[in-house]
C-alpha cells in the first residue's frame, strides 16, 4: 500500500472513531459534563426559526428550543447551564448533529425515512408540502408552466429532489439551480435568475411576507407532498429523545403548543407584522392527539 493510501486510510479511520465516539455519549451525559448544550437555528426560516436583526433567532421552533433547554436544565440539574447557539443550513445541519459539533435542531427539517437512518426525530409538530413562489407578473401558475424554465430550491433541502423527480417524471426538463439557503434563493427569483423557488408552502409563505416587495409576489401550484417538520437529535439516544418529546407533549396538553401556534401563524409576526393567516392543518391537528413521530417516506 503506497504511504498516501496508507496516511487516508488512517485518517478515515481515525475519523470514523471519533464519530463513533462523539455518538456513544448519550447527549444528557455530555451536557452535563460540560454544563453546556449547543442547539442550532436557521437565519431564514419564517416562521419557524430566524433572525430580525440580532443573533438570537426568534420563531416557533425558537421558542420549542427554549422550552426544550429549560427541560434539560431540570433534568441535568444545572439551573446556570450555559447555551451555545449556532447557526446551520440546509446541507450543514445533518452532519453537524451526527458528530456532536451541536446537540439539537428545531427550524424547518422534515422528517423522512432516508434521514432517519443517521438521525432520529422528535414528535411532528407541523405539516407542509411544496409549492413554487413566484412574482405575479410572471404569468406561472402550477409546474407545466416551467417546462425548459429556470427553477431556484435551496441545497440540502427534500424540496430540491422533490422538484427535480417531479421534472424527470413529467419530462418538463427544469433548469434547477440551488441558492445556498432560502434567503439566496428567494433573491434568485427576486433578480430574475429564477422564475420560481420550489419550497415548503409555509416557508414561501413567510418569506414572501418580509421581503423587500410582498406585493409583486406569490405561491402557486399544487402541492406535491405533505410532509412533517420535527425537532432533530441524535440515533439511539432514547434518553433525550424521551425528553423532547416529553416537552412537546406537555406543551401540547397543556394547550401552550396552541398559543404558540396562534402567536406565530395566525397573529401578526415581527419584524413587519405581517399575519400569515395559515389556520392548523388537519394533519397537524391529528398529530396533537396521536403525539406520531412518523416520518414521511
Known amino acids: 500500500m503506497k504511504f498516501t493510501t496508507l496516511m487516508s486510510a488512517v485518517l478515515l479511520t481515525a475519523g470514523l472513531a471519533a464519530n463513533a465516539g462523539a455518538q456513544t455519549v448519550p447527549t444528557l451525559k455530555k451536557v452535563a459534563d460540560s ?3 449547543t442547539v442550532s437555528y436557521r437565519e431564514a426560516s419564517v416562521p419557524f426559526s430566524y433572525l430580525i ?55 424547518s427539517t422534515t422528517n423522512n425515512s432516508a434521514r432517519g437512518k443517521d438521525v432520529a426525530f422528535a414528535i411532528n409538530h407541523f ?64 433578480s430574475d ?17 418580509n421581503s423587500k416587495n410582498p406585493a409583486s409576489l406569490e405561491v402557486v401550484g399544487d402541492s406535491l407532498q405533505v410532509e412533517p417538520y420535527a425537532c432533530m437529535l441524535r440515533k439511539d439516544d432514547p434518553e433525550f429523545k424521551k425528553l423532547v418529546d416529553g416537552t412537546i407533549t406537555r406543551l401540547i396538553k397543556s394547550g401552550e403548543f396552541t398559543k404558540m401556534y396562534a402567536k406565530w401563524f395566525t397573529s401578526p409576526i415581527p419584524p413587519k407584522g405581517v399575519n400569515l393567516n395559515l389556520p392548523m392543518s388537519e394533519e397537524l391537528k391529528a398529530n396533537l392527539k396521536a403525539l406520531s413521530d412518523k416520518p414521511a417516506l
Open 35 to 37: 454544563n453546556k448544550i
Open 53 to 107: 436583526g440580532s443573533k438570537t433567532s426568534v420563531g416557533f421552533s425558537a421558542e420549542l428550543t427554549e422550552a426544550i433547554i429549560d427541560d434539560v436544565r431540570k433534568k441535568v440539574k444545572k439551573p446556570n447551564l450555559e447555551v451555545a447557539y449556532m447557526p446551520v443550513t440546509s446541507q450543514n445541519r445533518i452532519p453537524l448533529l451526527v458528530n456532536g459539533t451541536y446537540d439539537l435542531e428545531c427550524g
Open 127 to 190: 405539516y407542509t408540502g411544496t409549492r413554487l413562489l413566484v412574482k405575479k407578473s410572471s404569468g406561472i401558475k402550477n409546474y407545466a408552466d416551467l417546462a425548459k424554465k429556470t427553477v431556484a430550491s435551496t441545497t440540502g433541502t427534500t424540496n430540491a429532489q422533490v422538484i427535480r423527480k417531479y421534472s424527470a417524471d413529467k419530462k418538463l426538463d427544469m433548469q434547477l439551480i440551488l441558492g445556498k439557503d432560502h434567503d439566496d434563493s428567494l433573491l434568485l427569483v427576486e
Open 193 to 209: 435568475r429564477a422564475l420560481a423557488f420550489a419550497m415548503d408552502d409555509i416557508l414561501l409563505f413567510g418569506l414572501m411576507a
